[in-house]
């Protein structure tokens, strides 16, 4: 996995990591991690002040085309520092936790992402960006084997960036249960072909999201 490397923000907010590996977890995903240490990233558009003293601010994926899994809530004790990533790429690293069934991020220190390998010059698809489109699909090489290990199902999130020729660019996984799996499905996703992304009809790389399910009957690719 490609780690982010962020400059920290001075954020004075208690330590609440046990794991010392966090996984980088989609917005619309954080719900399926409470109680577990993540990471999310996109852009920040808040911040409302919440009734138990936190300020609250919503972070958006940088793309995702599955319904339901734009955004997620965000929650810290960090006052009024929460206005400082309003519309900036920043990635929050924490807790996930659920409150009256929304998931947030208890978060334990936040990033204001300056030298993420896959965000610099990268569009998002989303205003006047049209997202990029499958050509081609690799197909992971996994074993029967595997998936039994796995108890005949899982799932990897790539987040790779598409190139202006069509090509894949940069990736990471972002979201995965079964770590052994990991390296074939990124090598198959380097695999694929796109038709790029769009600006006023000219293409510029932009971030893509990839979800790959194996599963005893099959395997599913978004």
């Known amino acids: 996995m490609m780690r982010i490397i962020g400059a920290l923000l001075a954020v004075a907010v208690p330590a609440l990591l046990t794991d010392p590996t966090p996984r980088f977890v989609l917005p619309g995903d954080v719900g399926a991690h409470v109680g577990k240490p993540v990471i ?115 799932e990897i999130g790539i987040q790779v960036v598409v190139l202006p020729n069509g090509v894949p660019g940069p990736l990471r996984v972002v979201r995965s249960t079964a770590p052994e799996m990991e390296a074939e499905t990124l090598e198959a996703v380097k695999r694929w072909e796109f038709a790029p992304a769009l600006r006023a009809g000219a293409p510029v790389p932009c971030l893509f999201y990839v979800e790959v399910t194996f599963s005893s009957g099959g395997r599913k690719q978004d």
Not at 81 to 92: T, W
Not at 102 to 123: K, N, T
């Open 40 to 154: 999310v990233c996109g852009v920040g558009a808040g911040p409302a002040q919440a009734g138990d003293g936190r300020v609250t601010f919503t972070i958006g994926a940088y793309e995702s085309h599955r319904p339901g899994s734009a955004l997620a809530s965000i929650a810290s004790r960090i006052g009024d520092d929460a206005g400082r990533f309003v519309g900036r790429n920043v990635c929050a690293t924490g807790i996930a936790r659920m409150d009256g069934g929304r998931p947030y991020v208890e978060v334990a220190s936040i990033d204001h992402v300056v030298d993420d390998p896959l965000m610099q010059g990268v569009a998002l698809a989303r205003g006047d960006v049209l997202s990029p489109r499958p050509l081609r699909r690799g197909q992971p090489r996994v074993t029967g084997d595997q998936i039994r290990r796995v108890h005949g199902r899982a």
